[in-house]
């Protein structure tokens, strides 16, 4: 389907959804989207839900991007992918989306560093990253399943038990208040930590120009998603 009838129909379901957890939610309920257009989504079922549901507690999945960067990385530099940290998704969950290697490390080291090729980088590897779900559906006729299975278990896991020390992942969270000059008000994926329960936003990374601007064409289509979609 085109994304433009995607969001037209499933913001008739997410509504629905925020509406029933407006009246059977407990006030620390929290929700993890996977449908897409996954932040959009999110978005939706949170406003939908009356207040009852925290935007704190309201996510969208970009782990399966973030596993599949950190995989391809993996096979670039002959490792394990557990090697491999720190990757960054920033954005939408969508052909807009950010992949970013700048503060990635392999075994330790920065994965630029490791790798030495910046041409792949900066092209091939974002490339791959962004366009993984359609190549999937093309090469299957059916969209990813035991991934994004796994991505969901990973997300809620580092979510609720915590991320490992000295390691960041990316989640589609709440975006007000933070500061990588990103709009208020959208779902967006940033690097996160993660303890007792609660995420937060990483700061400090080093965001170069051309990340920061395509960073901002995301922030773009989230906006222009929100405006169809109606949400207030």
Known sequence: MERKDLLEMNKKIFSAQGAAMAEVATDDCRVLVVGNPANTNALILLKSSNGKLKP??????????????????????????????NAIIWGNHSSTQVP?????????????????DDAFLDGPFMKQVQQRGGE??????????????????????????????????SMGVYSTGNSYGVPDDL??????????????????????????????????????????????
């Open 56 to 85: 704190r507690n309201v996510t969208a999945m970009t782990r399966l991007d973030h596993n599949r960067s950190l995989s391809l990385l993996a096979e670039k530099a002959g490792v394990h992918v557990k090697e491999v940290r």
């Open 187 to 232: 779902i967006y994926s940033f690097p996160c930590t993660c303890k007792d329960g609660e995420w937060t936003i990483v700061d400090g990374v080093n965001v170069t120009p051309a990340i920061q601007n395509l960073m901002e064409l995301s922030a773009t289509e989230l906006q222009e998603e929100k405006e169809q979609a109606g949400v207030n």
């Open 100 to 116: 970013d290697v700048n503060s990635a490390t392999i075994d330790g080291k920065p994965a630029r560093e490791t790798l030495k």
């Open 136 to 169: 999937i559906i093309k090469l299957r006729g059916l969209s990813s399943a035991m991934s994004a299975a796994k991505a969901a278990v990973d997300h809620v896991h580092d979510w609720v038990l915590g991320t490992a020390e000295g390691t960041h992942v």
